[in-house]
């Protein structure tokens, strides 16, 4: 017996008859309770059925079930969890023939697994971590595939996080974005419109509400990021205004007669001798301004805009 989504008959019926043609003459076509269904009146070698429907092009995403030597008392058991693994399909990229006998029940216990993403997220988020807002995400969707979650409510679950997020950072989102995720073909489509808005938040966080003005938003991204060692108009082209780094490097200069990372050193050292007046330790400054690990070359910048070495401003300060 094989069954499959009835609402996918007429696409799959025929290439499964071809495929039977020279294996058997006797087969039983016909349907129940959504399931479309043949059923092989002689036995057949499986194993050679499954290998060639892999080889198909063109068939849409779904997934078939075969059952051998089906007895009467299982035929209900087995069409439950069959019509629980079409929507399986929604974790494929392609049309896949399983055995019955590899298949389990949805799990019903993923409220608690849920829940604790959502507040992760929220979590994540509130801290602007998103990277690691990211990673959770792939994982939690590699979770959903792996465990197969019910699509329905995997779809609820990312609508509910989308709203909590929409709601606590007030970012603007398409008015398709809804669409998007009910109507999401695949789980990797799904994953991706949930990536999707991590990056319209990190973007409104980092350069406010869309000015549209470059040197603020600049200005916008050295005030939130002087702390990262990685900061400069590259890393800022790649990961938040996307616009092309040599492009924003001679907006700024010529805006400001002044060099991007010299805006950023007279800033970071303006922070430095705020945090040398309290009498923080000068490794534990140069880490905090983004020279992590290099103390010296915090400490030839620092000296540079100032005349002193961060020690010597520190004890003149006092």
Same mark, same amino acid.
């Given at each position: 017996?094989?069954?499959?989504?009835?609402?996918?008959?007429?696409?799959?019926?025929?290439?499964?008859?071809?495929?039977?043609?020279?294996?058997?003459?006797?087969?039983?076509?016909?349907?129940?309770?959504? @399931? =479309?269904? $043949?059923?092989?009146?002689?036995?057949?070698?499986?194993? *050679? &059925?499954?290998?060639?429907?892999? !080889?198909? #092009?063109?068939?849409?995403?779904?997934?078939?079930?075969? @059952? =051998?030597? $089906?007895?009467?008392?299982?035929?209900?058991?087995?069409? *439950? &969890?069959?019509?629980?693994?079409? !929507?399986? #399909?929604?974790?494929?990229?392609?049309?896949?023939?399983?055995? =019955?006998?590899?298949?389990?029940?949805?799990?019903?216990?993923?409220?608690?697994?849920?829940?604790?993403?959502?507040?992760?997220?929220?979590?994540?988020?509130?801290?602007?971590?998103?990277? =690691?807002?990211?990673?959770?995400?792939?994982?939690?969707?590699?979770?959903?595939?792996?465990?197969?979650?019910?699509?329905?409510?995997?779809?609820?679950?990312?609508?509910?996080?989308?709203?909590?997020?929409?709601?606590?950072?007030?970012?603007?989102?398409?008015?398709?974005?809804?669409?998007?995720?009910?109507?999401?073909?695949?789980?990797?489509?799904?994953?991706?419109?949930?990536?999707?808005?991590?990056?319209?938040?990190?973007?409104?966080?980092?350069?406010?509400?869309?000015?549209?003005?470059?040197?603020?938003?600049?200005?916008?991204?050295?005030?939130?990021?002087?702390?990262?060692?990685?900061?400069?108009?590259?890393?800022?082209?790649?990961?938040?205004?996307?616009?092309?780094?040599?492009?924003?490097?001679?907006?700024?200069?010529?805006?400001?007669?002044?060099?991007?990372?010299?805006?950023?050193?007279?800033?970071?050292?303006?922070?430095?001798?705020?945090?040398?007046?309290?009498?923080?330790?000068?490794?534990?400054?140069?880490?905090?301004?983004?020279?992590?690990?290099?103390?010296?070359?915090?400490?030839?910048?620092?000296?540079?805009?100032?005349?002193?070495?961060?020690?010597?401003?520190?004890?003149?300060?006092?």
């Amino acid at each position: 017996m094989i069954l499959f989504d009835e609402k996918l008959s007429e696409r799959l019926k025929q290439p499964l008859l071809q495929l039977l043609k020279p294996l058997t003459s006797k087969v039983i076509i016909g349907s129940v309770r959504h @399931a =479309a269904y $043949v059923l092989l009146q002689t036995p057949i070698d499986l194993t *050679t &059925l499954v290998a060639k429907w892999q !080889t198909l #092009s063109g068939l849409p995403n779904s997934v078939l079930v075969w @059952a =051998a030597d $089906v007895h009467f008392a299982a035929v209900h058991h087995i069409i *439950t &969890l069959a019509k629980g693994a079409f !929507t399986d #399909s929604f974790y494929y990229d392609h049309s896949i023939l399983v055995n =019955a006998n590899d298949l389990k029940p949805h799990r019903q216990d993923t409220n608690q697994f849920i829940s604790a993403y959502q507040a992760e997220m929220q979590r994540l988020i509130s801290k602007n971590d998103f990277i =690691a807002a990211q990673a959770k995400t792939r994982l939690f969707f590699q979770a959903a595939k792996d465990e197969h979650y019910d699509v329905e409510f995997l779809k609820v679950t990312c609508q509910q996080l989308v709203d909590q997020l929409i709601k606590t950072t007030k970012i603007k989102v398409n008015e398709e974005l809804t669409l998007k995720i009910i109507y999401a073909a695949n789980y990797l489509d799904l994953q991706a419109t949930i990536l999707n808005v991590i990056e319209s938040i990190k973007r409104h966080t980092y350069i406010g509400h869309g000015s549209g003005n470059i040197v603020a938003d600049l200005n916008l991204i050295i005030e939130k990021n002087f702390d990262n060692p990685n900061l400069s108009l590259r890393w800022i082209a790649n990961n938040l205004l996307f616009l092309n780094s040599e492009y924003l490097g001679k907006v700024y200069a010529h805006q400001t007669n002044k060099r991007f990372t010299e805006a950023l050193t007279d800033y970071r050292v303006n922070v430095a001798k705020a945090m040398l007046r309290q009498g923080d330790k000068v490794y534990e400054v140069a880490n905090a301004v983004g020279y992590q690990n290099n103390t010296d070359y915090f400490s030839k910048q620092f000296k540079k805009r100032t005349g002193l070495t961060p020690k010597q401003y520190q004890l003149k300060k006092k």
